[in-house]
T-cell receptor
Framework: DAGVIQSPRHEVTEMGQEVTLRCKPI?????LFWYRQTMMRGLELLIY????????DSGMPEDRFSAKMPNASFSTLKIQPSEPRDSAVYFC?????????????FGPGTRLTVL | GQSLEQPSEVTAVEGAIVQINCTYQ??????LSWYQQHDGGAPTFLSY????GLEETGRFSSFLSRSDSYGYLLLQELQMKDSASYFC???????????FGTGTQLKVEL
């Protein structure tokens, strides 16, 4: 079975540009999570969806960040405009229905560098 | 909110046993999970404690004490491939969220 798929794996962009990160969760999973990982702040939850509905976006740093999940097999995280401090590894994760979030399956991540 | 603290680094010898501690502060939670992350890789699930006590999964065991706000991950028969970062994480938000600790980098030496 395929795991969580993320694209692109690496993204280098210039400050002010729009960045879109993509995620395909594991088929049959109904919860999807977006995380950001940096050395300074560790692994932070940005937003999570349950059955395609955003449940908690309290971790989204500011209005420049937005996330959507138009269907059960696709989600995007958009940063517009991007800033150097957004440089980080962004992970998408999914979990099965009927379980708590204790076991999440992470994608390989997108390493974002904003110059 | 929640906060979790772990030692930043632990070093141990191949074949030994190592314990990685996690202390936390929270107003309520469902359980404590543990994840492993190799350099450049993604976090992968290791173990979960919903109740106090010890959970064993192969060479890995995890322990939780709610009264002490404390948990640990125990790794036995250490192998070089166990060199990685290990994170504890509280399950909160109605069981739907993970709040991760600061992470412990484990170095296994010959």
């Amino acid at each position: 079975d395929a795991g969580v798929i993320q694209s692109p794996r690496h993204e280098v962009t210039e400050m002010g540009q729009e960045v879109t990160l993509r995620c395909k969760p594991i088929s049959g999973h109904n919860s999807l999570f977006w995380y950001r990982q940096t050395m300074m702040r560790g692994l932070e939850l940005l937003i999570y969806f349950n059955n395609n509905v955003p449940i908690d976006d309290s971790g989204m740093p500011e209005d420049r960040f937005s996330a959507k999940m138009p269907n059960a097999s696709f989600s995007t995280l958009k940063i517009q405009p991007s800033e150097p401090r957004d440089s980080a590894v962004y992970f998408c994760a999914s979990s099965r229905p009927g379980t708590s979030a204790n076991e999440q399956f992470f994608g390989p991540g997108t390493r974002l560098t904003v110059l | 909110g929640q906060s979790l603290e772990q030692p930043s680094e632990v070093t141990a010898v191949e074949g030994a046993i190592v314990q990685i501690n996690c202390t936390y502060q929270t107003s309520g939670f469902y359980g404590l999970s543990w994840y492993q992350q190799h350099d450049g890789g993604a976090p992968t699930f290791l173990s979960y404690n919903a109740l106090d006590g010890l959970e064993e999964t192969g060479r890995f065991s995890s322990f939780l004490s709610r009264s002490d706000s404390y948990g640990y991950l125990l790794l036995q028969e250490l192998q070089m491939k166990d060199s990685a970062s290990y994170f504890c994480a509280l399950v909160t938000g109605g069981g739907n969220k993970l709040t991760f600790g600061t992470g412990t980098q484990l170095k296994v030496e010959l």
